[in-house]
């Protein structure tokens, strides 16, 4: 398939998952010039998505791959480790959607500021580092609305504390009594809560 038609294909594909979803529009754009980014979702404080209702963005990255038979439940794709750089302030809804005449697939990896740190720490030589993402469930619009407001929350939350050093549990007996607030759980979190709160 012509890289172009690619290209639309996957940003069709993945503007298409948000739109059952009241409160976020999907602004992506093909043929992008930005340095690292083909747009941002959009998310809104109700269903009217007009200004006064505007809340935040997410800046998102979406990439094409073609000619693929088979789409696993998850895949590994490799990002430019100056890219990496340039998602590390606000995170990134990095996509990628495979694509053959009869299906498409979207996979998708939220990468917040911390987890991109860790990342790019461990590349002192290479220029690419390859991450692994798992599908995205359009399905949902509410655990969709979810994942990505948590994850905006997450973000911002990481932002200002990025370049601090990493607590480790020694660090944390010193606090005393330290509190742990945990939000946002999707169904499948509550399903695996161990493994939610880890994530958390």
């Not at 791959?65 to 439940?73: Q, R």
């Not at 990095?94 to 590349?123: D, G, M, Q, W």
Request: charge should be positive.
């Amino acid at each position: 398939m012509n890289p172009i038609k690619v290209e639309q294909n996957a940003v069709d594909e993945v503007r298409a998952c948000f739109d059952d979803c009241d409160r976020i529009l999907a602004g992506v754009q093909t043929n992008d010039k930005t340095i690292a980014w083909d747009g941002h979702l959009y998310l809104y404080k109700d269903s009217s998505c007009k200004k006064n209702s505007y809340y935040a963005l997410i800046p998102v990255q979406v990439k094409g791959v073609s000619c693929l038979e088979k789409h696993p439940d998850s895949i590994n794709y490799s990002i430019d480790i100056v890219d990496l750089k340039a998602y590390k302030d606000d995170g990134i809804a990095y996509f990628v959607v495979y694509i053959n005449k009869r299906k498409k697939t979207v996979y998708y990896v939220l990468l917040a500021p911390i987890e991109i740190k860790a990342i790019i720490s461990t590349c002192s030589e290479q220029n690419r580092k390859s991450v692994s993402l798992k599908k995205l469930d359009c399905s949902n619009s509410n655990e969709l609305d979810l994942l990505f407001r948590v994850f905006y929350n997450d973000c911002k939350r990481q932002k200002s504390v990025v370049d601090m050093p990493v607590l480790s549990f020694e660090d944390l007996k010193d606090l005393g009594n330290p509190k742990l607030t945990v939000y946002g759980f999707t169904a499948s979190d509550i399903a695996n809560l161990p493994r939610a709160l880890a994530k958390k």
